[in-house]
């Protein structure tokens, strides 16, 4: 059994976006070691760091890991390498003068090795996914993992300790994505979600036999060749005229519910398709049937109930700043719309405290609209700053890599 994740009486920092974490991580202070001996600040640096990196790592796993080896880079001067060759370098030497140059006094920045020493949990699978904002905890990228929601260069990956080479790319199920990273349901949206779990449980009708029931005329063997998406459209709108019908309808619950289940699954299969014949289908003609019945609206109210206007109405109401609104409306509404049956809030909009750990290492390529990103290269150290991200400070990290390079 897991013990208490987010303590705070105790607090370890997590790799996770969870409020109380974040709530630690402000309250973060330099560890003091006080009076205890170089052993003891050592086991107390490994404790911290390994509780942020690799927490469902098991330690032997991590140990054999582990790499004494730190990669870093140098940083070469442009200016000075066009200008010299390196001969410059032995002026002197040996006859004690000392050649300043301007490029000998520009400040050295000391490189932060110490800050490397998780690098190779890095490459790991479910950290990359924590990493990329595609999870908010590397706990749940493992279960996107094992569930199979993931793909490296096109193939399912159910391996969460799957090392990553460099250009492998990885993708996520953008659906998964959303739930990781948007803000949940409030009350209002978890019932309307339970409304409509129960009204689409109870659905287990044969199609064949409620395709037979909806359209009888369909099996006449003389009946013309028509169009597979007139023959779906046609399904679509008796299905429609059955359920509008009144209420002393010969049709019980069981078969209502199966008449709504094969209109969405015909729903679907229209939308699956390019060449999509439905008035609703594109932003263009979603905007001229709303502008049509405004205008029919307005010209209703115009006319005195005595009159009945012969021609429809042919001056828009819309001005053109209203009509793009309208239409930037509509197209939002169209990639953000409201789901009840998503497990997320609807519209979509980013969890809270999100924004505190919204950013993505160097050595990472992220493209959140297809929701995959590629592994470019291996963290590296340069002067001034490690790529590994990690909250604790070089002496800590410092003493963390002590503890397991005296270990191995």
């Given at each position: 059994?897991?013990?208490?994740?987010?303590?705070?009486?105790?607090?370890?920092?997590?790799?996770?976006?969870?409020?109380?974490?974040?709530?630690?991580?402000?309250?973060?202070?330099?560890?003091?070691?006080?009076?205890?001996?170089?052993?003891?600040?050592k086991w107390s640096s490994?404790?911290?760091?390994?509780?942020?990196?690799?927490?469902?790592?098991?330690?032997?796993?991590?140990?054999?890991?582990?790499?004494?080896?730190?990669?870093?880079?140098?940083?070469?001067?442009?200016?000075?390498?066009?200008?010299?060759?390196?001969?410059?370098?032995?002026?002197?030497?040996?006859?004690?003068?000392?050649?300043?140059?301007?490029?000998?006094?520009?400040?050295?920045?000391?490189?932060?090795?110490?800050?490397?020493?998780?690098?190779?949990?890095?490459?790991?699978?479910?950290?990359?996914?924590?990493?990329?904002?595609?999870?908010?905890?590397?706990?749940?990228?493992?279960?996107?993992?094992?569930?199979?929601?993931?793909?490296?260069?096109?193939?399912?990956?159910?391996?969460?300790?799957?090392?990553?080479?460099?250009?492998?790319?990885?993708?996520?199920?953008?659906?998964?994505?959303?739930?990781?990273?948007?803000?949940?349901?409030?009350?209002?949206?978890?019932?309307?979600?339970?409304?409509?779990?129960?009204?689409?449980?109870t659905s287990s009708k044969?199609?064949?036999?409620?395709?037979?029931?909806?359209?009888?005329?369909?099996?006449?063997?003389?009946?013309?060749?028509?169009?597979?998406?007139?023959?779906?459209?046609?399904?679509?709108?008796?299905?429609?005229?059955?359920?509008?019908?009144?209420?002393?309808?010969?049709?019980?619950?069981?078969?209502?519910?199966?008449?709504?289940?094969?209109?969405?699954?015909?729903?679907?299969?229209?939308?699956?398709?390019?060449?999509?014949?439905?008035?609703?289908?594109?932003?263009?003609?979603?905007?001229?049937?709303?502008?049509?019945?405004?205008?029919?609206?307005?010209?209703?109210?115009?006319?005195?109930?005595?009159?009945?206007?012969?021609?429809?109405?042919?001056?828009?109401?819309?001005?053109?700043?209203?009509?793009?609104?309208?239409?930037?409306?509509?197209?939002?509404?169209?990639?953000?719309?409201?789901?009840?049956?998503?497990?997320?809030?609807?519209?979509?909009?980013?969890?809270?405290?999100?924004?505190?750990?919204?950013?993505?290492?160097?050595?990472?390529?992220?493209?959140?609209?297809?929701?995959?990103?590629?592994?470019?290269?291996?963290?590296?150290?340069?002067?001034?700053?490690?790529e590994v991200p990690t909250?604790?400070?070089?002496?800590?990290?410092?003493?963390?890599?002590?503890?397991?390079?005296?270990?191995?």
């Amino acid at each position: 059994m897991r013990k208490k994740t987010y303590s705070l009486k105790r607090p370890k920092l997590r790799q996770s976006w969870s409020k109380y974490n974040l709530y630690n991580l402000s309250r973060a202070e330099r560890p003091s070691f006080g009076p205890r001996t170089y052993f003891q600040q050592k086991w107390s640096s490994k404790a911290l760091t390994r509780a942020y990196h690799g927490e469902a790592i098991r330690e032997k796993q991590w140990q054999r890991m582990f790499r004494r080896t730190l990669r870093s880079v140098v940083p070469m001067d442009h200016e000075y390498l066009a200008h010299n060759d390196g001969s410059e370098q032995a002026l002197g030497r040996g006859s004690g003068l000392e050649a300043l140059n301007p490029w000998q006094v520009k400040p050295v920045i000391a490189t932060p090795y110490m800050n490397m020493v998780y690098a190779p949990l890095e490459r790991r699978l479910d950290t990359a996914i924590f990493r990329a904002l595609f999870a908010s905890s590397t706990w749940q990228a493992r279960q996107f993992v094992i569930h199979g929601y993931v793909k490296v260069n096109g193939k399912k990956m159910i391996y969460p300790g799957y090392q990553l080479n460099p250009g492998d790319m990885y993708q996520v199920e953008p659906d998964r994505v959303l739930f990781a990273t948007g803000a949940p349901k409030d009350k209002l949206e978890r019932r309307d979600g339970r409304r409509l779990k129960i009204k689409t449980s109870t659905s287990s009708k044969d199609t064949t036999d409620l395709a037979d029931e909806v359209s009888p005329a369909a099996a006449e063997p003389d009946a013309e060749p028509e169009d597979p998406r007139e023959k779906l459209n046609t399904l679509l709108t008796q299905a429609k005229s059955i359920l509008s019908a009144d209420s002393s309808s010969s049709l019980s619950a069981k078969k209502k519910q199966d008449l709504r289940a094969f209109q969405q699954l015909v729903k679907r299969t229209l939308s699956r398709s390019s060449t999509s014949t439905s008035i609703t289908d594109s932003l263009d003609a979603q905007l001229l049937e709303l502008t049509s019945r405004l205008n029919l609206s307005s010209a209703s109210d115009s006319t005195s109930p005595s009159e009945s206007p012969s021609q429809p109405p042919t001056s828009s109401t819309l001005s053109a700043d209203d009509s793009q609104a309208l239409r930037a409306a509509l197209a939002e509404a169209r990639e953000n719309p409201i789901d009840p049956s998503k497990p997320y809030g609807t519209p979509w909009r980013p969890r809270d405290y999100m924004s505190a750990f919204a950013f993505i290492p160097r050595y990472l390529e992220v493209h959140h609209k297809i929701c995959s990103a590629v592994y470019v290269r291996h963290p590296v150290a340069r002067p001034g700053f490690a790529e590994v991200p990690t909250p604790y400070a070089l002496e800590v990290n410092g003493l963390a890599f002590n503890w397991y390079l005296r270990r191995r």
